[in-house]
């Protein structure tokens, strides 16, 4: 079945780049998202990219998909201590709605 | 404003009780999904409808019922079969295949002691 991996923490000090990376088993995703949960409430969506692209730029965030390596990344620019948060990426195949996430990275930010 | 609601955002039941988890939406969408997150595993899928009267099994469904008799509500019911029930539930809707985002709520932290 699907599987979605993630490294489970990555600390960072403010005003640096954070790098959270992905990786992803299904070759048939379509849709490739990054969330962010705060502590104790659901999830929001970051940025989504569909699978045809490389990368896709958004303000801070900058997502880059590898497809043959199946690796996504999201690059934080400039990061925040608002930033704090667990991350998740999650992935959908064409057609069936399921959504399939990984194990959520903790971004710790150190001011 | 439209969104979606979890109620209540903590619950407390003794083992051996059965509990309902409310979620209500007022976006239209026709797409609704229950999760569990535990710490370090992620979300995990317990029920998912894609149209009204319509529900299908996740990957983790034993121990729990589900029903979906009108578009915006999606009940899920935490059984005593469920053998470890503590945990925090999210619900989530969508427009159903064509749309690409999730609608998350803000989770009931749900205690079973």
């Known amino acids: 079945g699907e599987d979605v991996e993630q490294s489970l923490f990555l600390s960072v000090r403010e005003g640096d780049s954070s790098v959270i990376n992905c990786t992803y088993t299904?070759?048939?995703?379509?849709?490739l998202y990054w969330y962010k949960q705060e502590p104790g409430a659901g999830l929001q969506l970051l940025t989504y990219i569909f699978s045809n692209m490389d990368m896709k730029q958004d303000q801070r965030l900058t997502v880059l998909l590898n497809k043959k390596d199946k690796h996504l990344s999201l690059r934080i620019a400039d990061t925040q201590t608002g930033d704090s948060a667990i991350y998740f990426c999650a992935e959908k195949a064409g057609g069936y709605q399921k959504v399939t996430f990984g194990t959520g990275t903790k971004l710790q930010v150190i001011p | 404003d439209g969104g979606i609601t979890q109620s209540p955002k903590y619950l407390f039941r003794k083992e051996g009780q059965n509990v309902t988890l409310s979620c209500e939406q007022n976006?239209?969408?026709?797409?609704m999904y229950w999760y569990r997150q535990d710490p370090g595993q992620g979300l995990r899928l317990i029920y998912y409808?894609?149209?009204?009267?319509?529900?299908q099994k996740g990957d983790i469904a034993e121990g729990y019922s589900v029903s979906r008799e009108k578009k915006e509500s999606f009940p899920l019911t935490v059984t005593s079969a469920q053998k470890n029930p503590t945990a925090f539930y999210l619900c989530a809707s969508s427009l159903g295949a064509s749309g690409t985002e999730a609608f998350f709520g803000q989770g009931t932290r749900l205690t079973v002691v």
């Open positions: 299904d070759s048939s995703s379509t849709y």
């Open positions: 976006l239209n969408h026709d797409a």
């Open positions: 409808s894609q149209i009204v009267n319509d529900f």
